[in-house]
């Protein structure tokens, strides 16, 4: 099995940057939230498919991340092998342009699957590489994360040395899919899937205002959770300059 190639395309801006401060709603009843640690968690990236042979193993790696609560670990699912017998029902275009985004700064040499980025860098040691902190050091920017119902609203204040430019981007996640393979180069298999990202959206890059001002965020939800397959609702704050993680925070409810 040969890896793909893609020639790099660009990413459409998401959600819009609005003033600071929660809205009444969000403040009045939240149905829970969380807050960034002190220092910002691994930020694990798998660009991955159901019709790729090579890409089982490392879809197993990111499943046993699972036992990591600290980590963010997303699984995206790319449509370019869609056209070679098995159409991967979790794939999506916005998921292969990202990825395609992230070739440059990544540091990769070209897109492929499976790929693994670890803290914005290319991780082609993926199967002996450590998950360590995105910062060993107190992270620049702090984060509240409060959901109220299908919106979920950010908090974003930078400290000391923060990014004269942050940029942001959200995943939705969910565990413990399985796919009964029937075609393509994984036919015959069933697939299991952990991190899945079902729903994804970037923010616009935005400068901080003097003096540590906050911004915030707001991102709905599709729609209801579904028990048999848990969600998560991740944020992941990078410079937009280099495009690496600064701080990231996960809803688990």
């Not at 807050?35 to 046993?64: F, I």
């Not at 199967?127 to 974003?156: C, I, K, M, Y």
């Not at 796919?179 to 959206?201: C, I, M, P, W």
């Amino acid at each position: 099995m040969t890896s793909f190639n893609l020639f790099a395309m660009p990413l459409s801006a998401g959600f819009a940057l609005v003033a600071a401060g929660l809205p009444a709603s969000a403040a009045a009843a939240p149905t829970c939230s969380a807050r960034s640690s002190a220092s910002a968690p691994p930020v694990v990236e798998l660009y991955t498919s159901e019709g790729c042979s090579s890409c089982p193993p490392a879809d197993k790696w990111l499943s046993r991340l699972t036992t990591d609560p600290a980590v963010v670990a997303l699984a995206f699912h790319v449509d370019y092998w869609d056209r070679l017998g098995w159409k991967d029902r979790f794939a999506s275009p916005a998921f292969t342009q990202r990825q395609a985004e992230q070739q440059r700064p990544s540091g990769a040499r070209f897109s492929y699957t499976p790929q693994v980025i670890i803290n914005g860098a290319d991780r082609p040691d993926w199967p002996r590489a450590t998950v360590s902190p995105a910062a060993a050091t107190h992270a620049p920017v702090e984060v509240q994360l409060t959901r109220d119902g299908n919106r979920v609203t950010a908090v974003v204040t930078p400290a000391a040395g923060a990014s004269t430019r942050l940029a942001a981007w959200w995943a939705v996640t969910e565990q413990g899919h399985a796919s009964a393979v029937k075609a393509g180069e994984n036919q015959g298999v069933t697939l299991t899937h952990d991190f899945v990202v079902r729903e994804y959206r970037a923010v616009a890059a935005w400068s901080p205002k003097a003096g540590g001002s906050a911004a915030t965020l707001h991102f709905e939800l599709a729609g209801a959770a579904d028990a048999a397959h848990p969600r998560q609702v991740n944020l992941v704050i990078v410079d937009a300059d280099t495009g690496r993680p600064v701080q990231a925070v996960k809803l688990g409810c």
